[in-house]
Protein backbone atom coordinates (compact mmCIF):
# COMPACT_ATOMS: atom_id res chain seq x y z
CA UNK A 1 0.00 0.00 0.00
CA UNK A 2 3.01 2.35 0.67
CA UNK A 3 3.72 4.47 -2.27
CA UNK A 4 7.93 4.53 -3.28
CA UNK A 5 9.59 6.83 -4.35
CA UNK A 6 12.63 7.28 -6.55
CA UNK A 7 14.78 10.08 -7.87
CA UNK A 8 16.55 11.40 -5.26
CA UNK A 9 20.06 12.68 -5.30
CA UNK A 10 23.25 14.58 -4.86
CA UNK A 11 23.43 18.18 -7.15
CA UNK A 12 24.53 21.60 -7.53
CA UNK A 13 22.22 24.79 -6.67
CA UNK A 14 20.88 25.25 -10.08
CA UNK A 15 20.57 22.04 -11.23
CA UNK A 16 17.04 20.01 -11.73
CA UNK A 17 15.78 17.10 -10.43
CA UNK A 18 12.87 14.46 -10.28
CA UNK A 19 11.06 12.33 -8.39
CA UNK A 20 8.70 10.30 -8.54
CA UNK A 21 6.22 8.61 -6.80
CA UNK A 22 4.60 5.13 -7.68
CA UNK A 23 1.00 3.70 -6.20
CA UNK A 24 0.17 0.25 -6.55
CA UNK A 25 -3.50 -0.05 -8.78
CA UNK A 26 -4.52 -2.81 -6.34
CA UNK A 27 -5.35 -0.15 -4.54
CA UNK A 28 -7.97 1.64 -6.17
CA UNK A 29 -9.38 3.51 -3.23
CA UNK A 30 -6.77 5.94 -3.10
CA UNK A 31 -7.93 9.84 -3.73
CA UNK A 32 -4.88 11.82 -3.24
CA UNK A 33 -1.38 11.28 -3.86
CA UNK A 34 1.20 14.10 -2.85
CA UNK A 35 4.67 15.47 -2.09
CA UNK A 36 6.16 16.39 1.61
CA UNK A 37 9.70 17.08 2.62
CA UNK A 38 11.14 17.22 6.07
CA UNK A 39 13.72 18.94 7.31
CA UNK A 40 15.71 17.99 10.55
CA UNK A 41 14.00 19.55 13.85
CA UNK A 42 11.27 20.50 11.51
CA UNK A 43 7.72 19.16 10.73
CA UNK A 44 6.85 17.82 7.67
CA UNK A 45 6.09 20.66 4.77
CA UNK A 46 3.85 20.25 1.62
CA UNK A 47 5.18 20.24 -1.59
CA UNK A 48 2.21 19.30 -4.08
CA UNK A 49 -0.75 16.98 -4.43
CA UNK A 50 -2.94 14.98 -7.24
CA UNK A 51 -6.28 14.34 -6.81
CA UNK A 52 -7.13 11.44 -8.91
CA UNK A 53 -10.66 11.33 -9.38
CA UNK A 54 -10.05 14.86 -11.87
CA UNK A 55 -5.89 14.85 -12.51
CA UNK A 56 -5.89 18.04 -10.32
CA UNK A 57 -2.89 18.82 -9.21
CA UNK A 58 -1.89 21.66 -6.56
CA UNK A 59 2.01 22.96 -5.40
CA UNK A 60 2.32 24.77 -2.58
CA UNK A 61 3.14 28.59 -3.35
CA UNK A 62 6.80 27.93 -1.56
CA UNK A 63 7.48 26.01 -4.69
CA UNK A 64 5.18 26.42 -7.38
CA UNK A 65 7.45 28.98 -9.27
CA UNK A 66 10.18 25.96 -9.43
CA UNK A 67 8.43 22.62 -9.06
CA UNK A 68 6.24 21.42 -11.54
CA UNK A 69 3.63 18.24 -10.78
CA UNK A 70 2.41 16.00 -13.63
CA UNK A 71 1.37 12.30 -13.77
CA UNK A 72 2.14 9.64 -16.00
CA UNK A 73 -1.04 7.89 -18.30
CA UNK A 74 -1.70 5.02 -16.13
CA UNK A 75 -3.03 7.43 -13.73
CA UNK A 76 -0.28 5.56 -10.82
CA UNK A 77 2.78 7.72 -10.87
CA UNK A 78 3.10 11.21 -9.43
CA UNK A 79 6.32 13.57 -10.73
CA UNK A 80 7.96 16.42 -8.95
CA UNK A 81 10.24 17.92 -11.47
CA UNK A 82 12.32 20.38 -9.53
CA UNK A 83 14.32 22.89 -11.41
CA UNK A 84 16.76 25.84 -9.99
CA UNK A 85 17.64 23.74 -6.26
CA UNK A 86 18.88 25.77 -3.30
CA UNK A 87 20.78 24.23 -1.14
CA UNK A 88 17.21 25.28 1.02
CA UNK A 89 15.34 22.67 -0.78
CA UNK A 90 18.00 20.00 0.65
CA UNK A 91 15.86 18.15 2.68
CA UNK A 92 13.77 14.10 2.62
CA UNK A 93 11.17 14.34 0.38
CA UNK A 94 8.23 11.98 0.99
CA UNK A 95 5.39 10.48 -0.85
CA UNK A 96 1.93 10.00 0.91
CA UNK A 97 -1.54 8.54 -0.18
CA UNK A 98 -4.74 9.40 1.39
CA UNK A 99 -8.19 7.32 0.92
CA UNK A 100 -9.77 10.68 1.74
CA UNK A 101 -9.50 14.30 -0.05
CA UNK A 102 -6.44 15.23 1.67
CA UNK A 103 -5.21 18.52 1.74
CA UNK A 104 -1.49 19.68 3.28
CA UNK A 105 -1.92 18.85 6.24
CA UNK A 106 0.10 15.43 6.75
CA UNK A 107 -1.61 14.02 9.40
CA UNK A 108 -4.59 13.40 6.87
CA UNK A 109 -2.64 11.04 4.99
CA UNK A 110 -2.53 7.25 5.66
CA UNK A 111 0.61 5.66 3.77
CA UNK A 112 4.02 6.77 3.24
CA UNK A 113 7.41 6.10 1.74
CA UNK A 114 10.36 5.16 2.79
CA UNK A 115 11.81 8.76 2.19
CA UNK A 116 13.97 9.75 -0.46
CA UNK A 117 17.01 12.30 -0.29
CA UNK A 118 17.56 15.56 -2.30
CA UNK A 119 20.60 17.12 -1.02
CA UNK A 120 21.70 20.33 -2.71
CA UNK A 121 25.45 21.90 -2.50
CA UNK A 122 25.91 25.36 -3.05
Known amino acids: VEPEESGGGVVQAGDSLRLSCARS????????SAWFRQTPGKDREFVGR????????VAADAVKDRFTLSTDDTQLVLNLQMRDLQPEDTAVYYC????????????????WGQGTQVTVSS
Open 96 to 111: ASAVSDAGTNPLHYDY
Open 25 to 32: RRFANIRV
Open 50 to 57: VTWRDGSL
